[in-house]
């Protein structure tokens, strides 16, 4: 069996550098796949090598990505038959109330404003981790 894959969609730089940060400093060993826009995004979960391409454990999707936005990646991760029971969380900076309404309308799993703190991050990656990454049963991993 493959190694289980976190899907990071983020085009941030510094945003990236502080979840892989806080994911080593939890000593998550899933393998981290980057995608810094939308379009990349999708080209990796449905691109003509996808079907190759196992189905990542977690997607950490942000909202505000260039190309694509975010809540166009999630409506299409929603409307695949392949994807649809993906463990989808929004991972933005965004308070804005209709982007937390859009996001749960659109199916995400989970809506996390990222925090300014570092430490109340890496607390909150801690979280995810143990609830999306060791606790959650989802129907892909019934195979």
């Known amino acids: 069996m493959s190694k289980k894959v976190i899907l990071l969609v983020e085009d941030n730089p510094d945003d990236e550098l502080l979840t892989m940060r806080a994911l080593k400093k939890n000593n998550v060993i899933n393998d981290?796949?980057?995608c810094r826009n939308?379009?990349?995004a999708i080209d990796y979960l449905f691109g003509k090598n996808s079907d190759e391409t196992d189905l990542p454990q977690l997607i950490l999707l942000d909202l505000k990505l260039p190309k694509i936005d975010?809540?166009?990646?999630l409506r299409k991760i929603r409307t695949s038959e392949r994807t649809r029971f993906l463990p989808v969380v929004v991972l933005t900076s965004s308070k804005e109330e209709r982007d937390i309404v859009e996001s749960y309308k659109l199916g995400a799993n989970s809506y996390i404003?990222?925090?300014v703190d570092f430490s109340q991050f890496v607390e909150a990656v801690k979280q995810l981790q143990?609830?999306?990454l060791v606790m959650n049963v989802s129907p892909l991993n019934m195979k």
């Open 70 to 73: 975010g809540l166009e990646v």
């Open 113 to 115: 404003q990222k925090p």
């Open 130 to 132: 143990l609830y999306w």
């Open 32 to 34: 981290i796949v980057l």
């Open 38 to 40: 939308g379009v990349e």
